[in-house]
Protein backbone atom coordinates (compact mmCIF):
# COMPACT_ATOMS: atom_id res chain seq x y z
CA UNK A 1 0.00 0.00 0.00
CA UNK A 2 0.90 3.69 -1.10
CA UNK A 3 2.38 6.02 1.94
CA UNK A 4 -0.69 7.76 3.67
CA UNK A 5 -2.19 10.75 3.09
CA UNK A 6 -1.24 12.97 6.50
CA UNK A 7 -4.13 14.88 7.62
CA UNK A 8 -3.78 17.91 9.80
CA UNK A 9 -7.54 18.39 11.26
CA UNK A 10 -8.46 21.82 12.76
CA UNK A 11 -12.02 21.97 14.24
CA UNK A 12 -13.20 18.92 16.69
CA UNK A 13 -17.03 20.28 16.83
CA UNK A 14 -19.52 18.56 15.30
CA UNK A 15 -18.07 17.78 11.63
CA UNK A 16 -14.52 17.70 12.91
CA UNK A 17 -15.01 14.79 15.43
CA UNK A 18 -17.50 12.71 12.94
CA UNK A 19 -14.87 12.80 10.53
CA UNK A 20 -12.61 10.84 12.75
CA UNK A 21 -15.44 8.44 13.55
CA UNK A 22 -15.86 8.07 9.77
CA UNK A 23 -12.11 7.72 9.23
CA UNK A 24 -12.26 5.49 12.05
CA UNK A 25 -14.86 3.10 11.10
CA UNK A 26 -14.25 3.54 7.48
CA UNK A 27 -10.86 3.14 7.28
CA UNK A 28 -9.95 0.46 5.70
CA UNK A 29 -12.64 0.51 3.07
CA UNK A 30 -11.44 4.19 1.96
CA UNK A 31 -8.05 3.12 2.01
CA UNK A 32 -8.69 0.55 -1.10
CA UNK A 33 -10.46 2.93 -2.61
CA UNK A 34 -8.02 5.77 -2.49
CA UNK A 35 -5.32 3.50 -3.03
CA UNK A 36 -3.28 4.61 0.55
CA UNK A 37 -5.18 4.93 3.81
CA UNK A 38 -6.09 8.79 5.25
CA UNK A 39 -4.21 9.21 8.60
CA UNK A 40 -5.13 11.72 10.78
CA UNK A 41 -1.21 13.33 12.57
CA UNK A 42 -2.56 16.72 14.26
CA UNK A 43 -5.69 17.82 15.50
CA UNK A 44 -6.61 21.62 17.25
CA UNK A 45 -9.28 23.20 18.91
CA UNK A 46 -9.36 25.94 21.32
CA UNK A 47 -10.16 23.51 24.65
CA UNK A 48 -7.91 20.62 24.97
CA UNK A 49 -9.72 18.82 27.71
CA UNK A 50 -13.04 18.46 26.11
CA UNK A 51 -14.17 15.44 25.96
CA UNK A 52 -15.44 15.12 22.32
CA UNK A 53 -16.48 11.23 22.19
CA UNK A 54 -13.98 10.70 20.62
CA UNK A 55 -10.44 8.94 20.99
CA UNK A 56 -7.64 11.96 19.94
CA UNK A 57 -4.54 9.90 21.97
CA UNK A 58 -2.98 8.88 18.52
CA UNK A 59 -2.63 12.60 17.48
CA UNK A 60 -0.34 15.39 17.80
CA UNK A 61 -2.26 18.17 19.75
CA UNK A 62 -1.31 21.96 18.06
CA UNK A 63 -2.75 24.99 20.57
CA UNK A 64 -2.29 27.23 18.15
CA UNK A 65 -4.34 26.09 14.65
CA UNK A 66 -2.69 28.36 12.45
CA UNK A 67 0.64 26.49 12.67
CA UNK A 68 -0.94 23.03 11.18
CA UNK A 69 0.21 25.17 7.97
CA UNK A 70 3.71 24.70 8.99
CA UNK A 71 4.24 20.71 9.67
CA UNK A 72 6.60 19.13 7.43
CA UNK A 73 4.39 15.70 8.14
CA UNK A 74 1.21 17.02 6.46
CA UNK A 75 0.11 16.68 3.08
CA UNK A 76 -2.97 18.57 3.97
CA UNK A 77 -5.13 20.11 6.01
CA UNK A 78 -8.83 20.11 6.80
CA UNK A 79 -9.99 23.63 7.83
CA UNK A 80 -13.18 22.95 10.25
CA UNK A 81 -14.03 25.54 12.01
CA UNK A 82 -15.83 28.02 10.66
CA UNK A 83 -16.11 31.87 10.28
CA UNK A 84 -15.98 33.87 7.07
CA UNK A 85 -12.53 35.50 8.50
CA UNK A 86 -10.33 34.87 11.69
CA UNK A 87 -8.09 31.69 12.62
CA UNK A 88 -9.83 29.51 9.71
CA UNK A 89 -9.12 32.44 7.02
CA UNK A 90 -5.35 32.61 8.28
CA UNK A 91 -4.94 29.06 7.81
CA UNK A 92 -6.68 28.67 4.81
CA UNK A 93 -4.05 31.10 3.16
CA UNK A 94 -0.98 29.74 5.26
CA UNK A 95 -2.00 26.18 4.25
CA UNK A 96 -2.27 27.02 0.66
CA UNK A 97 0.84 29.45 0.59
CA UNK A 98 3.13 26.61 2.21
CA UNK A 99 1.35 24.53 -0.64
CA UNK A 100 -0.57 21.83 0.94
CA UNK A 101 -3.99 21.05 0.08
CA UNK A 102 -6.81 22.76 1.99
CA UNK A 103 -10.07 20.67 2.69
CA UNK A 104 -12.98 22.78 3.69
CA UNK A 105 -16.43 22.66 4.47
CA UNK A 106 -16.47 26.28 5.73
CA UNK A 107 -19.14 28.33 3.04
CA UNK A 108 -18.98 31.64 4.80
CA UNK A 109 -14.94 31.62 4.13
CA UNK A 110 -15.11 29.90 0.15
CA UNK A 111 -18.35 33.21 -0.39
CA UNK A 112 -16.07 35.49 0.73
CA UNK A 113 -12.58 34.86 -0.39
CA UNK A 114 -12.88 31.78 -2.55
CA UNK A 115 -11.79 33.66 -5.47
CA UNK A 116 -8.52 34.46 -3.46
CA UNK A 117 -7.73 30.80 -2.04
CA UNK A 118 -8.70 29.46 -5.54
CA UNK A 119 -5.74 31.53 -7.11
CA UNK A 120 -3.60 31.06 -4.69
CA UNK A 121 -4.33 26.95 -4.58
CA UNK A 122 -3.67 27.22 -8.18
CA UNK A 123 -0.83 29.08 -8.19
CA UNK A 124 0.82 26.37 -6.13
CA UNK A 125 -0.15 23.04 -8.12
CA UNK A 126 -2.69 22.15 -4.51
CA UNK A 127 -5.65 21.12 -4.29
CA UNK A 128 -8.56 23.23 -2.64
CA UNK A 129 -11.84 21.55 -2.27
CA UNK A 130 -15.37 22.53 -0.25
CA UNK A 131 -17.82 19.91 -1.44
CA UNK A 132 -19.04 19.65 2.13
CA UNK A 133 -19.61 23.47 2.03
CA UNK A 134 -22.67 23.54 0.11
CA UNK A 135 -26.02 20.96 1.07
CA UNK A 136 -23.22 18.84 3.17
CA UNK A 137 -23.97 15.73 2.52
CA UNK A 138 -24.67 15.80 -0.96
CA UNK A 139 -22.31 15.71 -3.66
CA UNK A 140 -24.01 17.94 -5.27
CA UNK A 141 -20.37 20.09 -6.47
CA UNK A 142 -18.86 16.98 -7.77
CA UNK A 143 -21.84 16.42 -9.76
CA UNK A 144 -21.84 19.81 -11.21
CA UNK A 145 -17.93 19.94 -11.44
CA UNK A 146 -18.07 16.14 -12.97
CA UNK A 147 -21.28 14.50 -14.13
CA UNK A 148 -22.77 17.23 -15.30
CA UNK A 149 -19.63 19.20 -16.63
CA UNK A 150 -20.67 18.37 -20.53
CA UNK A 151 -23.63 21.15 -19.93
CA UNK A 152 -24.61 24.21 -20.17
CA UNK A 153 -26.25 25.17 -16.93
CA UNK A 154 -29.36 27.19 -17.47
CA UNK A 155 -30.88 27.60 -13.91
CA UNK A 156 -29.62 26.03 -10.76
CA UNK A 157 -31.91 26.31 -7.64
CA UNK A 158 -33.01 24.83 -4.10
CA UNK A 159 -33.51 24.08 -1.10
CA UNK A 160 -29.81 25.01 0.63
CA UNK A 161 -30.76 25.51 4.45
CA UNK A 162 -32.02 22.52 6.48
CA UNK A 163 -32.72 25.04 9.29
CA UNK A 164 -35.35 26.68 7.43
CA UNK A 165 -36.99 24.02 5.91
CA UNK A 166 -37.35 22.41 9.04
CA UNK A 167 -38.98 25.29 10.56
CA UNK A 168 -41.25 25.91 7.20
CA UNK A 169 -42.11 22.43 7.10
CA UNK A 170 -42.78 21.87 10.76
CA UNK A 171 -45.10 25.42 10.83
CA UNK A 172 -46.81 23.96 8.12
CA UNK A 173 -47.39 20.19 9.93
CA UNK A 174 -48.61 21.44 13.10
CA UNK A 175 -49.87 25.35 11.91
CA UNK A 176 -48.10 26.82 14.57
CA UNK A 177 -46.16 29.88 14.21
CA UNK A 178 -42.37 31.04 13.37
CA UNK A 179 -40.88 32.17 16.67
CA UNK A 180 -42.30 29.18 18.48
CA UNK A 181 -41.03 26.66 16.38
CA UNK A 182 -37.73 28.53 15.92
CA UNK A 183 -37.54 27.93 19.82
CA UNK A 184 -38.48 24.53 19.43
CA UNK A 185 -35.67 23.97 16.65
CA UNK A 186 -33.13 25.65 19.03
CA UNK A 187 -33.98 23.14 21.59
CA UNK A 188 -33.62 20.18 19.47
CA UNK A 189 -30.51 21.18 17.96
CA UNK A 190 -31.58 21.85 14.29
CA UNK A 191 -31.50 26.30 14.89
CA UNK A 192 -28.46 27.86 16.47
CA UNK A 193 -28.51 29.95 19.48
CA UNK A 194 -28.01 32.90 17.60
CA UNK A 195 -30.04 31.41 14.21
CA UNK A 196 -29.90 34.89 12.20
CA UNK A 197 -27.64 33.07 9.17
CA UNK A 198 -30.08 30.81 9.09
CA UNK A 199 -33.13 32.52 9.26
CA UNK A 200 -31.88 35.56 7.40
CA UNK A 201 -31.14 33.46 4.31
CA UNK A 202 -27.59 34.05 5.05
CA UNK A 203 -26.37 30.84 4.74
CA UNK A 204 -28.57 30.05 1.89
CA UNK A 205 -26.77 32.76 -0.07
CA UNK A 206 -23.31 31.47 0.96
CA UNK A 207 -23.82 28.27 -0.65
CA UNK A 208 -26.00 29.65 -3.56
CA UNK A 209 -23.27 31.83 -4.56
CA UNK A 210 -20.90 29.36 -4.38
CA UNK A 211 -23.14 27.10 -6.59
CA UNK A 212 -23.79 29.99 -9.10
CA UNK A 213 -19.90 30.06 -9.63
CA UNK A 214 -19.70 26.75 -10.69
CA UNK A 215 -22.55 26.37 -12.50
CA UNK A 216 -21.89 29.44 -14.96
CA UNK A 217 -18.39 29.95 -14.71
CA UNK A 218 -19.59 33.67 -12.89
CA UNK A 219 -16.67 35.08 -10.39
CA UNK A 220 -18.32 34.37 -7.02
CA UNK A 221 -19.96 37.43 -6.06
CA UNK A 222 -21.70 36.91 -2.58
CA UNK A 223 -22.78 40.82 -2.32
CA UNK A 224 -24.86 40.85 -5.20
CA UNK A 225 -27.25 37.56 -3.81
CA UNK A 226 -30.74 39.15 -3.06
CA UNK A 227 -31.41 37.59 0.01
CA UNK A 228 -34.72 37.44 2.35
CA UNK A 229 -35.17 35.08 5.27
CA UNK A 230 -38.51 33.09 6.51
CA UNK A 231 -39.16 35.42 10.07
CA UNK A 232 -41.72 37.31 8.38
CA UNK A 233 -43.98 34.36 7.67
CA UNK A 234 -46.71 33.76 9.94
CA UNK A 235 -48.89 30.32 9.95
CA UNK A 236 -51.70 31.88 8.10
CA UNK A 237 -49.27 32.33 4.87
CA UNK A 238 -48.79 28.96 5.20
CA UNK A 239 -52.37 27.98 5.06
CA UNK A 240 -53.22 30.71 2.39
CA UNK A 241 -50.49 29.01 0.46
CA UNK A 242 -52.06 25.30 1.05
CA UNK A 243 -55.07 26.43 0.03
CA UNK A 244 -53.92 27.58 -3.31
CA UNK A 245 -52.14 24.34 -3.60
CA UNK A 246 -48.99 25.37 -2.75
CA UNK A 247 -46.09 24.75 -0.11
CA UNK A 248 -43.60 28.47 1.01
CA UNK A 249 -40.00 27.02 0.86
CA UNK A 250 -36.84 28.93 1.09
CA UNK A 251 -35.13 28.52 -1.86
CA UNK A 252 -31.96 29.53 -3.61
CA UNK A 253 -32.02 30.56 -7.37
CA UNK A 254 -29.29 31.27 -9.87
CA UNK A 255 -29.81 31.17 -13.58
CA UNK A 256 -28.05 33.90 -16.20
CA UNK A 257 -29.06 36.30 -18.59
CA UNK A 258 -28.39 38.70 -21.56
CA UNK A 259 -28.18 42.29 -19.93
CA UNK A 260 -28.89 45.54 -21.86
CA UNK A 261 -25.78 46.04 -23.42
CA UNK A 262 -25.54 41.93 -24.67
CA UNK A 263 -23.41 41.51 -21.56
CA UNK A 264 -23.92 38.07 -19.50
CA UNK A 265 -25.36 38.95 -16.36
CA UNK A 266 -26.12 36.81 -12.92
CA UNK A 267 -29.03 36.95 -11.17
CA UNK A 268 -28.66 34.93 -7.46
CA UNK A 269 -31.66 35.33 -5.19
CA UNK A 270 -32.49 33.69 -1.90
CA UNK A 271 -36.22 34.31 0.00
CA UNK A 272 -39.43 31.74 0.34
CA UNK A 273 -41.05 31.03 -2.55
CA UNK A 274 -44.17 29.24 -3.23
CA UNK A 275 -43.59 25.71 -4.22
CA UNK A 276 -46.60 24.07 -5.85
CA UNK A 277 -47.52 20.70 -4.16
CA UNK A 278 -46.33 18.35 -7.54
CA UNK A 279 -42.42 19.99 -7.87
CA UNK A 280 -39.68 17.92 -6.39
CA UNK A 281 -38.88 20.46 -3.89
CA UNK A 282 -42.14 20.60 -2.06
CA UNK A 283 -41.98 16.90 -1.11
CA UNK A 284 -38.52 17.47 0.42
CA UNK A 285 -39.42 18.43 4.47
CA UNK A 286 -37.38 18.97 7.76
CA UNK A 287 -33.69 19.52 7.41
CA UNK A 288 -33.02 17.78 4.04
CA UNK A 289 -31.65 19.85 1.43
CA UNK A 290 -32.51 19.34 -2.30
CA UNK A 291 -30.76 21.06 -5.05
CA UNK A 292 -31.70 21.09 -8.81
CA UNK A 293 -29.51 21.65 -11.80
CA UNK A 294 -31.03 22.10 -15.27
CA UNK A 295 -28.49 20.88 -18.09
CA UNK A 296 -29.04 21.87 -21.35
CA UNK A 297 -28.20 17.70 -22.32
CA UNK A 298 -29.17 16.43 -18.99
CA UNK A 299 -32.61 18.21 -18.09
CA UNK A 300 -33.01 18.18 -14.55
CA UNK A 301 -31.26 16.68 -12.36
CA UNK A 302 -31.88 16.76 -8.72
CA UNK A 303 -29.47 16.13 -5.68
CA UNK A 304 -31.02 15.83 -2.53
CA UNK A 305 -29.81 14.38 0.91
CA UNK A 306 -28.83 15.23 4.36
CA UNK A 307 -27.53 19.17 4.23
CA UNK A 308 -25.99 18.67 7.94
CA UNK A 309 -25.09 16.89 10.49
CA UNK A 310 -22.09 15.24 11.29
CA UNK A 311 -21.94 11.98 9.37
CA UNK A 312 -23.81 13.58 6.23
CA UNK A 313 -21.17 16.11 6.68
CA UNK A 314 -18.08 14.28 7.20
CA UNK A 315 -19.05 12.12 4.33
CA UNK A 316 -18.41 14.85 2.00
CA UNK A 317 -15.17 16.07 3.23
CA UNK A 318 -13.66 12.62 3.10
CA UNK A 319 -15.04 12.62 -0.05
CA UNK A 320 -12.67 15.27 -0.96
CA UNK A 321 -9.74 13.72 1.31
CA UNK A 322 -9.96 10.80 -0.83
CA UNK A 323 -10.04 12.66 -4.60
CA UNK A 324 -6.62 14.24 -2.81
CA UNK A 325 -5.12 11.02 -2.30
CA UNK A 326 -5.97 9.28 -5.84
CA UNK A 327 -3.65 12.90 -7.22
CA UNK A 328 -7.02 14.65 -8.15
CA UNK A 329 -6.28 18.41 -7.70
CA UNK A 330 -8.83 19.71 -10.24
CA UNK A 331 -10.27 23.55 -10.14
CA UNK A 332 -11.51 24.87 -7.54
CA UNK A 333 -14.30 26.45 -9.50
CA UNK A 334 -14.14 24.11 -12.37
CA UNK A 335 -11.93 26.25 -14.73
CA UNK A 336 -9.14 28.70 -14.01
CA UNK A 337 -9.32 31.56 -11.68
CA UNK A 338 -8.71 33.65 -14.37
CA UNK A 339 -11.02 31.95 -16.67
CA UNK A 340 -14.20 32.66 -14.52
CA UNK A 341 -16.24 36.16 -16.11
CA UNK A 342 -17.42 38.88 -14.00
CA UNK A 343 -21.01 38.73 -14.37
CA UNK A 344 -22.64 42.07 -13.70
CA UNK A 345 -25.94 41.65 -11.28
CA UNK A 346 -28.92 41.14 -14.21
CA UNK A 347 -31.73 43.31 -13.31
CA UNK A 348 -34.76 41.64 -12.03
CA UNK A 349 -37.11 44.40 -12.91
CA UNK A 350 -38.43 42.71 -16.44
CA UNK A 351 -38.57 39.03 -15.07
CA UNK A 352 -42.00 37.34 -15.20
CA UNK A 353 -43.31 36.01 -12.62
CA UNK A 354 -46.70 35.76 -10.55
CA UNK A 355 -46.59 36.86 -7.21
CA UNK A 356 -48.36 36.15 -3.74
CA UNK A 357 -48.81 39.40 -1.72
CA UNK A 358 -49.96 39.44 1.91
CA UNK A 359 -51.03 42.81 3.59
CA UNK A 360 -51.70 43.46 7.29
CA UNK A 361 -54.64 45.91 7.08
CA UNK A 362 -56.57 47.64 9.61
CA UNK A 363 -60.25 46.99 9.79
CA UNK A 364 -62.17 49.30 8.22
CA UNK A 365 -63.53 49.86 4.78
CA UNK A 366 -62.02 50.99 1.62
CA UNK A 367 -58.12 49.28 2.28
CA UNK A 368 -59.25 46.79 -0.40
CA UNK A 369 -60.49 48.98 -2.79
CA UNK A 370 -56.65 51.11 -2.27
CA UNK A 371 -54.59 48.11 -2.69
CA UNK A 372 -56.50 47.26 -5.84
CA UNK A 373 -56.62 50.47 -7.01
CA UNK A 374 -52.65 50.81 -6.38
CA UNK A 375 -52.30 47.37 -8.52
CA UNK A 376 -53.73 48.44 -10.94
CA UNK A 377 -52.55 52.08 -11.69
CA UNK A 378 -49.04 49.90 -11.44
CA UNK A 379 -50.06 47.45 -14.15
CA UNK A 380 -50.64 43.75 -11.49
CA UNK A 381 -52.99 41.99 -12.75
CA UNK A 382 -54.69 40.59 -9.93
CA UNK A 383 -55.96 37.04 -10.34
CA UNK A 384 -57.48 35.87 -6.99
CA UNK A 385 -57.77 38.42 -3.69
CA UNK A 386 -58.53 36.92 -0.47
CA UNK A 387 -59.09 38.51 2.75
CA UNK A 388 -59.24 36.24 5.56
CA UNK A 389 -62.86 36.89 7.64
CA UNK A 390 -62.05 36.97 11.22
CA UNK A 391 -59.55 39.81 12.59
CA UNK A 392 -56.20 39.02 13.51
CA UNK A 393 -55.01 40.41 17.62
CA UNK A 394 -54.66 44.32 17.58
CA UNK A 395 -57.78 44.30 14.75
CA UNK A 396 -55.58 43.57 11.78
CA UNK A 397 -57.11 41.31 8.94
CA UNK A 398 -54.58 39.75 6.37
CA UNK A 399 -55.56 40.40 2.99
CA UNK A 400 -53.28 38.08 0.63
CA UNK A 401 -53.40 38.31 -3.16
CA UNK A 402 -51.81 36.28 -6.12
CA UNK A 403 -50.98 38.10 -9.52
CA UNK A 404 -51.16 37.16 -12.69
CA UNK A 405 -47.45 36.95 -14.42
CA UNK A 406 -46.32 40.15 -15.03
CA UNK A 407 -42.86 41.87 -14.81
CA UNK A 408 -41.69 42.20 -11.23
CA UNK A 409 -40.77 46.02 -11.68
CA UNK A 410 -44.88 46.58 -11.83
CA UNK A 411 -45.26 44.66 -8.53
CA UNK A 412 -42.58 46.90 -7.06
CA UNK A 413 -44.08 49.78 -8.27
CA UNK A 414 -47.45 48.76 -6.56
CA UNK A 415 -45.63 48.50 -3.32
CA UNK A 416 -44.23 51.69 -3.53
CA UNK A 417 -47.60 53.46 -4.40
CA UNK A 418 -48.71 51.76 -0.97
CA UNK A 419 -46.03 53.14 0.76
CA UNK A 420 -46.52 54.66 3.64
CA UNK A 421 -50.45 54.31 3.67
CA UNK A 422 -52.06 54.52 7.02
CA UNK A 423 -54.38 51.33 6.08
CA UNK A 424 -51.18 48.64 6.12
CA UNK A 425 -50.03 47.97 9.69
CA UNK A 426 -46.71 46.59 8.62
CA UNK A 427 -45.06 46.69 5.26
CA UNK A 428 -46.09 44.22 2.68
CA UNK A 429 -44.94 40.28 2.02
CA UNK A 430 -44.14 39.41 -1.58
CA UNK A 431 -43.16 36.08 -2.43
CA UNK A 432 -43.03 34.20 -6.23
CA UNK A 433 -44.59 31.46 -7.17
CA UNK A 434 -42.24 28.66 -8.24
CA UNK A 435 -43.34 27.16 -11.50
CA UNK A 436 -43.56 23.06 -11.79
N1 LIG B 1 -22.53 21.24 11.49
C1 LIG B 1 -22.90 20.93 10.26
O1 LIG B 1 -23.80 20.14 10.05
C2 LIG B 1 -22.20 21.59 9.09
C3 LIG B 1 -22.65 21.30 7.79
C4 LIG B 1 -21.97 21.85 6.70
C5 LIG B 1 -20.90 22.70 6.92
N2 LIG B 1 -20.51 22.98 8.19
C6 LIG B 1 -19.37 23.88 8.38
O2 LIG B 1 -18.34 23.15 9.01
C7 LIG B 1 -17.57 24.01 9.83
C8 LIG B 1 -17.54 23.45 11.26
O3 LIG B 1 -18.88 23.36 11.73
P1 LIG B 1 -19.25 22.58 13.09
O4 LIG B 1 -20.72 22.51 13.10
O5 LIG B 1 -18.46 21.36 13.22
O6 LIG B 1 -18.79 23.66 14.17
P2 LIG B 1 -18.61 23.46 15.74
O7 LIG B 1 -19.31 22.24 16.21
O8 LIG B 1 -18.93 24.77 16.36
O9 LIG B 1 -17.04 23.20 15.88
C9 LIG B 1 -16.10 24.19 15.65
C10 LIG B 1 -14.75 23.70 16.12
O10 LIG B 1 -13.78 24.71 15.87
C11 LIG B 1 -13.03 24.94 17.07
N3 LIG B 1 -12.63 26.35 17.10
C12 LIG B 1 -13.42 27.43 17.07
N4 LIG B 1 -12.67 28.56 17.12
C13 LIG B 1 -11.38 28.15 17.18
C14 LIG B 1 -10.15 28.81 17.27
N5 LIG B 1 -10.08 30.13 17.32
N6 LIG B 1 -9.02 28.04 17.29
C15 LIG B 1 -9.08 26.70 17.28
N7 LIG B 1 -10.23 26.01 17.20
C16 LIG B 1 -11.35 26.73 17.16
C17 LIG B 1 -13.92 24.59 18.21
O11 LIG B 1 -13.14 24.27 19.34
P3 LIG B 1 -13.78 23.80 20.74
O12 LIG B 1 -14.54 22.55 20.44
O13 LIG B 1 -12.60 23.56 21.62
O14 LIG B 1 -14.66 24.93 21.18
C18 LIG B 1 -14.69 23.40 17.63
O15 LIG B 1 -13.99 22.21 17.86
C19 LIG B 1 -18.22 25.39 9.71
O16 LIG B 1 -17.57 26.12 8.70
C20 LIG B 1 -19.64 25.07 9.26
O17 LIG B 1 -20.24 26.11 8.52
C21 LIG B 1 -21.13 22.45 9.27
Redesign the pocket.
Given at each position: MAEPLRIAL???????AGLIRLIQANGDLIARRAGRPLEIVAV????RN?DRGVDLSGFAWEDD?TAMAQRQDVDVVVE???GSD??ALTLARNTLASGKALVT????MIAHHGLALAASAEAQGVALKFE??VA?GIPVIKGLREGAAANEIERIYGILNGTCNYILSTMEDTGRDFGDVLKEAQELGYAEADPTFDVEGIDAAHKLSILAAIAFGAKIDFASVETEGIARLRAADIEQAAALGYVIRLIGIADTETGAKGEDTLFQRVCPYLVPRDHPLANVGGPTNAVVAEGNFSGRLLFQGAG???GP?ASAVAADLIDIARGEIGMPFSVPVGALEAMPRADAGHRVARDYLRFMVADRPGVLAEIAAAMRDAGVSIESLIQRGRPEEGGEVMVSLVTHEGPEAHVDRALELLEGSPSLTEPPLVMQLLES
Amino acid sequence: MAEPLRIALAGLGTVGAGLIRLIQANGDLIARRAGRPLEIVAVSARDRNKDRGVDLSGFAWEDDMTAMAQRQDVDVVVELVGGSDGPALTLARNTLASGKALVTANKAMIAHHGLALAASAEAQGVALKFEAAVAGGIPVIKGLREGAAANEIERIYGILNGTCNYILSTMEDTGRDFGDVLKEAQELGYAEADPTFDVEGIDAAHKLSILAAIAFGAKIDFASVETEGIARLRAADIEQAAALGYVIRLIGIADTETGAKGEDTLFQRVCPYLVPRDHPLANVGGPTNAVVAEGNFSGRLLFQGAGAGDGPTASAVAADLIDIARGEIGMPFSVPVGALEAMPRADAGHRVARDYLRFMVADRPGVLAEIAAAMRDAGVSIESLIQRGRPEEGGEVMVSLVTHEGPEAHVDRALELLEGSPSLTEPPLVMQLLES
